[in-house]
């Protein structure tokens, strides 16, 4: 008797230090040990605190199967273990009753020994604590699940889908009873893959599958383009599996065939367009592409291979460079151009930064304005031939002529010469005359200070600021240094000596 009292402080000397957690039930239902480290898988410090029988045990804990189906109303482990009922590799999950926010998880086994009639003499519950594996996997769970990018899982033992995210559900229009537990053969992910030979070979070996992009085939009888990757991953219980993951090409597909659409067009109306326009590479500004007015009037762009062929004055060139740095774009740009003849052109430009594939140009077209520019010069030939001998024209006539010469800005009205005051005209003959402030003052009978401020007003009125301009305005509507006489309304404005 004392050599087996003996020999029991020994074994509990050893399973008090064992890590795994162990309680010990006598056939009559009494919990008559415990290690630490069961008590510490439920969250105690003594052992009246997992309860003195089994029934206050159950009251205490809470406990529901996580791998075994509930079998009954003998379906406690401690039920199990009285009811001998030998059991290994079960999971459950344990909350204390008076707290249930306190979870563990056990992997748990029995032994039951018997005295020598086979009668159970000795119970034993062996537990191991899980929690933290669980609890990763708990994450992982509801990681897959929450992930917007489509993912599913297939166990590389026998090539069977296991999970599935609602991601993938909704990329493919598949539900999940129709995905889970189907095969890799049923459902091929990898179909049209670019190096499909390859993907299948890494699947089976449990390599990780480079992605690339690949057609799935859904059930709407329509083909779904993505990117497929796989990764390979170790699922509860060491279950080796391959997680494959999506990504939606539909919306690039789309976006690249409006892409071509559009560069369809632009290359139609550039090709036809009927005003000479050409594609600039956006550093040097040398042509890269043109369309056939331009070639035409230009020559071809391997015909320009210096960035300065097409410039005939550099000055220009910079000018042109330095606006569209500025403000990305220029309009109405006047230059002069070699055509391929050797000639020059006179040209309007008009360019615009633009990117094409991917790569930045800059659209130019070139208005051809060499006729505008010589009737322009025709034209104020003419005008300056007609005044030079104005002496029959009105003063009307004469104005209209000058403002074609020197065409108005806007900013200043012009005034026509019947709209000067009698003294505006005392003052704008004897300016034109040459006289001095002082002189008009001796002249009229003035003070010199009424003078300047005559003249001032005249100055005002006709838009001007000094002597010379107002000698100039008053000659560009033929009028000299002789003094003016008014004709009565409907007769011309003539020089003194006409009418003497």
Known sequence: MADATVDQAQLRQIVAGMSEGVILICPDQTITYANAAALAMHGVAALDDL??????????????????????????PLDRVLAGERFHDAVVEVRQARNPEHVWMHRIRNIVTTDEKGRPSALALILQDVSDRYEAEARFEAMFRANPAPAIVCRLADLRYVKVNRGFLDLTGYERDDVLGRSFSQIDLLTGAEHRAQAIEHLHAGKTIPQMEACLRVPKDADKYVIVAGHPIVMPGGTPCMLFTFADLEDRRKAEAELRASEERFAKAFSLNPIPTVLLSADEHVPSSANEAFAHLFGTPENRAEAAALWTDQSERERFRCELERHGQVRGFEARLRTQDGGECA????????????????????????????????????????????????????EKLAALRNPSDGETASIAVEALTARERDMLTRICAGASDATIAADLGLSPNTVRNHVTRLYRKLGVNRRSAVVVWARERGIGAEPLIDRPKGRKLVRKHQAD
């Open 347 to 398: 040209c309007s430009l008009t360019a615009v930064r633009v990117t094409i594939d991917s790569a930045p140009y800059i659209l130019c077209a070139v208005q051809d304005i060499a006729e505008r520019k010589r009737n322009e010069q025709e034209l104020a030939k003419a005008i300056e031939a007609v005044m030079g001998d104005a002496s029959w024209f009105s003063r009307g006539v004469i």
């Open 51 to 76: 309860g003195e029988t089994v029934s206050e045990y159950r009251r205490n804990f809470v406990v529901h199967y996580r791998n075994h189906h509930e079998i009954g109303p003998v379906q406690h």
